[in-house]
């Protein structure tokens, strides 16, 4: 899956699980839970990731939205966090 294409998945309310990073591999995952089930977003080619928690709007483990640009997917939280990743493919599958 392309970068641009994570716009179209339906994440608004997700609850982010966890992130993992695998260093060695350029990876990075996100573990989800939506109304349909638990999902994978994993990042590959992965170049950069930054996840603050800072919670300018208050502690929130939802998701907003997910959006794309110059090779760099931020992902906003309910909290106002912006966790942002920059890869070169994605894959999102139910686990």
Same mark, same amino acid.
Not at 27 to 50: K, P
């Given at each position: 899956?392309?970068?641009?294409?994570?716009?179209?998945?339906?994440?608004?309310?997700?609850? *982010?699980?966890?992130?993992?990073?695998?260093?060695?591999?350029?990876?990075?995952? &996100? &573990?989800?839970? *939506?109304?349909?089930?638990?999902?994978?977003?994993? &990042?590959?080619?992965?170049?950069?990731?930054?996840?603050?928690?800072? =919670?300018?709007? =208050?502690?929130?483990?939802?998701?907003?939205?997910?959006?794309?640009?110059? =090779?760099?997917?931020?992902?906003?939280?309910?909290?106002?966090?912006?966790?942002?990743?920059?890869?070169?493919?994605?894959? &999102?599958?139910?686990?």
């Amino acid at each position: 899956m392309t970068l641009a294409e994570l716009e179209k998945l339906p994440l608004h309310d997700a609850t *982010l699980k966890s992130v993992e990073v695998l260093w060695g591999e350029g990876r990075c995952r &996100f &573990f989800l839970e *939506l109304a349909a089930g638990n999902h994978l977003l994993e &990042f590959r080619g992965v170049t950069r990731v930054e996840i603050p928690q800072e =919670g300018p709007w =208050g502690p929130s483990v939802s998701v907003n939205g997910i959006s794309v640009k110059d =090779g760099v997917a931020a992902i906003e939280m309910q909290s106002g966090d912006t966790i942002e990743v920059s890869a070169s493919e994605a894959e &999102f599958s139910a686990i």
